[in-house]
């Protein structure tokens, strides 16, 4: 069974040595070079790992997704138990990473409000003034 989701498959042709490393990935716990061997490649994988990046990627995304529930469940294990549970801060320290990660963890919203009142206000066409001696006071001095 793979774990790559099916419409990875149908965007790229992967060759069935690259696809027997994907699912090599998920059989060795995420053991890069024995998936890397069991796929027939040589001890230097790091080619390989880098052509097939985004399938890598999307590998561990699915692989998150799959244990969303178990991580979802620990933590109503842990908040339902009467008894003590041995590493019960690092057990829901990991099941809240996991959530996050497939998100559904803690989300930060911000609301923002904008409103733009007034238009533009037009003003009239300027105007010469004509000013005459005695219309005005002099303050250079």
Known sequence: MSYLPTNVKKERNLTEKQQLFLDSIITTNGDLSKAAELAGYSSNYHQVLQSLKQEVIDLASEVLARSA?????????????????????????????????????????????????????????????????????????
């Open 69 to 141: 529930p178990s991580a979802a469940f620990k933590l109503i294990e842990v908040l339902n138990s009467d008894r003590p549970i041995a590493q019960a801060n690092v057990k829901l320290q990991a099941a809240q990473t996991i959530l996050d990660r497939v998100g559904l963890g803690k989300q930060d919203r911000v609301e923002v409000n904008h409103n733009a009142g007034g238009g533009i206000f037009i003003l009239p066409e300027k105007q010469a003034i004509n000013l005459e001696e005695g219309d005005y006071e002099d303050l250079s001095n």
